[in-house]
């Protein structure tokens, strides 16, 4: 035991040496450190999480109680609170409540961006976060398929605001709220800016800690639209581990990159087919796709799924399986995934230098 006096300056100072491991910046700098509390050999730590999401909660509370006790605690209790971090805004930039943005793209149609969006969107509720869903596909809109029956439903411009829908707790807006089933929307790029602009900045959001963006495949019309109009916390691109999709997701990579979004990460989507009955898995598109893009992005992997078909019933019965089957293997690495990517972006928003750079798959 050290014979420094145990106050609360001594138990700051020992924090000091406790880092965030995602950031790599220790507690106090980051300002997590909101409370501390000293009676006797019995101390209480309070600390704010930049997400509710965050992946290593258990890890930074192990490490905080061993900083205390090293300098002298006994009885060290760690209680967690959590603010995401917001990224820096433009003073005339639309969504000032909203504190992140994140595009969910890809470089080519097919490979489950929507259903990752859906999935990726009521996971990081589920962790605890505000969040919304806007579906940007404005041609091939599947959000009111996919999240079913709306708690609200989304309301016509009501003195200039555009009220969204409620699914599941998250706020949504998509064109096919308005639009007949089937119904075909042949739109030049003008009106397809303008759709994506009332989206923007006339449907009322409110304070959000993420809203998640459904983008079309391509990198056209939609997605320069959406780069102008707000500050984007950065995309992550969705791929199938077949050589063909990565090379479309690279190009959807160098154009976020030539508009300055960061890349937050790739997810890889039909990674391979687990036998519910046996255990057997099968590479059905082959395997390490994926990884590989990340590489050569220098970016992280975010996470991998299985193919499972109660993922594809699910979104066919508006109960996608992040909220109808909570406990499956898939819904379980959904949840993963979404403390994995909260994390990044914490990491993004208070590291701003770190960029990633492209080469060569």
Request: net charge negative.
């Amino acid at each position: 035991m050290s014979d420094t006096k145990l106050d609360v300056e001594a138990v700051r100072d020992a924090l000091r040496g406790v880092m965030d491991p995602e950031i790599g910046r220790d507690l106090v700098s980051l300002g997590m450190v909101k409370d501390i509390q000293v009676a006797g050999d019995q101390v209480t730590v309070k600390v704010e999480l930049t997400t509710p999401a965050c992946p290593l909660r258990h890890q930074i509370g192990k490490d905080v109680e061993a900083a205390v006790r090293a300098v002298g605690g006994r009885d060290v209790r760690v209680e967690f609170t959590s603010n995401v971090a917001s990224r820096a805004k433009d003073e005339k930039a639309a969504l000032k409540e909203v504190k992140h943005v994140i595009a969910v793209a890809s470089g080519k149609g097919g490979v489950g961006k929507s259903t990752v969006a859906v999935n990726l969107a009521l996971a990081l509720k589920e962790h605890g976060a505000v969040v919304g869903l806007l579906d940007a596909d404005v041609y091939g809109p599947s959000l009111p398929q996919m999240l079913g029956q709306a708690a609200t439903p989304a309301l016509a411009a009501n003195e200039g605001r555009i009220e969204p829908a409620v699914h599941y707790g998250l706020k949504t807006m998509s064109v096919g709220f308005f639009v007949e089933r089937g119904q075909a929307i042949v739109w030049r790029g003008p009106l397809v800016h303008k759709l994506l602009s009332q989206f923007v900045e006339d449907v009322h959001w409110g304070a959000l800690d993420y809203l998640v963006v459904d983008l079309p495949p391509g990198t056209g019309d939609p997605q320069l639209s959406l780069s102008q109009l707000v500050g984007l916390s950065g995309a992550v691109m969705v791929t199938t581990p077949q050589e063909v999709a990565v090379s479309d997701v690279l190009k959807g990579c160098s154009m976020f990159e030539k508009v300055g979004v960061p890349i937050l990460g790739i997810i890889e989507n039909m990674s391979g087919y687990v036998c519910p009955s046996c255990g057997h898995r099968e590479e059905l598109f082959l395997s390490g796709g994926g990884k590989r893009l990340a590489e050569a992005v220098g970016v992280p992997l975010l996470g991998q799924i299985p193919i499972d078909p109660s993922v594809a019933r699910g979104g066919d019965a508006g109960v996608p399986v992040t909220v109808g089957n909570k406990e499956s293997p898939v819904a379980q690495i959904f949840m993963e995934i979404a403390g994995v990517l909260a994390g990044r972006i914490s990491k993004v928003t208070l590291s701003p230098s770190s960029k990633p750079q492209l080469s060569a798959v």
